[in-house]
């Protein structure tokens, strides 16, 4: 097989191949093996028909989609391999020659990962980043562990209140008829979570038990359900029950109650030195962002459309996997946020955009400083992975195998390699 590949605009090659005539005969038989078994032709069985035969009666033509099929992804994927471009979406295939006893040509337009053209990268100056924690922070984290070890009491008397959990019954109409996923009996509804319709959860503060309401909202424009986006809509809702947070008192029984330590002191010492901990890592990661911004914001690189799709179909995957985890999925996602996916990604647009630039500049760098990820590498984060999931190392290697990850797996290392060279690299001002 001969590739050869020529630029013919930014970021966009044309890969010309020539496949030999001895494996387009190959393929033919393949495609004649496929289809005569499918093909009725009197006086034979199915599969029977002999190849002369079915050549004269419906043509060799007949095979030639069938072999292209065969030989064409093998083809392609040796063609990248010998001229080493690196695709970022499928290619344009354009067949100029297929027949038998030829060899067979075809010319595949493809959009290939961009050129980058790196700035300075070394010695950037970020901002150190104070990370001693404040009594004000120590207090705001022991008020949200109070809040998070709270009891929900049931209110017998007065209106409910923003952070109550409200248990409701509504009926949701538009222009007069109601809509479908517009009603729900004993529903319990945090008010101020923001899970609601824009302006539902406000007009139910305010409501004591037993009373009736018409709440008036209007859908958003980008709402998932196009029948309703932008219209006003009418919520008739019944209050059951209101249940309000009365949080434990800051004590030495607190402490016992939600850790292993006696009194309250040796719990906020330990509260303070997991915050330090946490707010250290904040300001590492923080002074990490900050390098790799610099070296991005240095470096020209223009990024295919392609690209930047994909890394939101990526983000959008794992924004769905992680709501799973949650117990919701992306159509209840939709209907309590009043979103649709094309509003999501949208909104996920701007930061894959990033992410696409960010890693082709990291991935730059370490080709420019000769940064790999090697097997030793390899085997110390497989075992650091074993102790974090208490699976064996070789378990973890085999199934990243299996899913094709593994040179994912020692391609973020390689970024993140590159990363610690940028801060090891970096002055503090």
Do not use: C
Request: no cysteine; net charge negative.
């Amino acid at each position: 097989m001969k590739a050869t590949w020529e630029k013919i605009d930014k970021n966009v090659v044309t890969i010309d191949v020539e496949v030999e005539a001895d494996k387009v005969a190959g393929a033919l038989d393949q495609a004649f093996k496929k289809v005569v078994q499918k093909v009725n032709v009197p006086g034979f069985r199915k599969g029977k028909v002999p190849r002369a035969m079915f050549e004269k009666r419906f043509g060799v033509e007949s095979l030639y989609q069938d072999a292209i099929d065969i030989l064409l992804p093998e083809a392609y994927t040796n063609a990248v391999r010998e001229t080493e471009v690196e695709p970022v979406d499928r290619p344009e295939i354009d067949v100029e020659q297929f027949a038998k006893g030829q060899t067979f040509k075809f010319k595949a337009k493809v959009i290939v990962k961009p050129e980058v053209v790196l700035g300075d990268y070394k010695g950037i100056e970020v901002e150190s980043v104070v990370s001693e924690v404040t009594e004000e922070e120590v207090n705001a984290e022991l008020e949200r562990l109070q809040s998070r070890h709270a009891e929900l009491v049931v209110v017998e008397e007065g209106a409910a209140e923003n952070g109550d959990t409200t248990i409701i019954d509504f009926d949701g109409y538009v222009d007069g008829e109601a809509f479908e996923g517009g009603a729900g009996e004993r529903y319990s509804l945090e008010l101020g979570s923001g899970s609601f319709i824009p302006g539902f959860e406000e007009q139910v503060v305010g409501m004591q038990i037993g009373d009736y309401k018409d709440v008036e909202v209007t859908f958003p424009e980008s709402y998932h359900a196009d029948h309703l986006a932008g219209k006003a809509a009418v919520f008739k809702v019944k209050l059951h029950e209101i249940k309000r947070k009365v949080l434990p008192a800051l004590d030495d029984e607190f402490a016992k109650d939600v850790s292993e330590f006696d009194t309250l002191e040796e719990y906020k010492q330990d509260v303070v030195a997991k915050l330090n901990e946490r707010k250290a890592k904040d300001a590492e990661q923080a002074r990490e962002s900050a390098i790799v911004e610099k070296a991005t914001s240095a470096a020209e690189v223009e990024i295919p459309e392609p690209m930047v799709v994909t890394e939101t179909d990526f983000m959008l995957k794992d924004f769905a996997n992680r709501l799973s985890m949650q117990g919701m999925n992306m159509d209840l996602y939709y209907q309590f946020s009043g979103q649709n996916e094309d509003a999501l990604r949208g909104q996920m647009r701007s930061d894959a955009e990033k992410r696409v630039r960010n890693n082709l500049v990291l991935e730059a760098i370490a080709k420019a400083e000769g940064i790999a990820a090697g097997e030793e590498d390899l085997n110390e984060e497989l075992e650091n992975l074993s102790k974090a999931y208490n699976r064996p190392a070789e378990e973890l290697r085999s199934i990243f195998a299996a899913n094709g990850n593994l040179a994912n797996l020692q391609e973020d290392l390689v970024l993140r390699k590159t990363i610690k060279f940028l801060v090891d690299n970096s002055k503090a001002v």
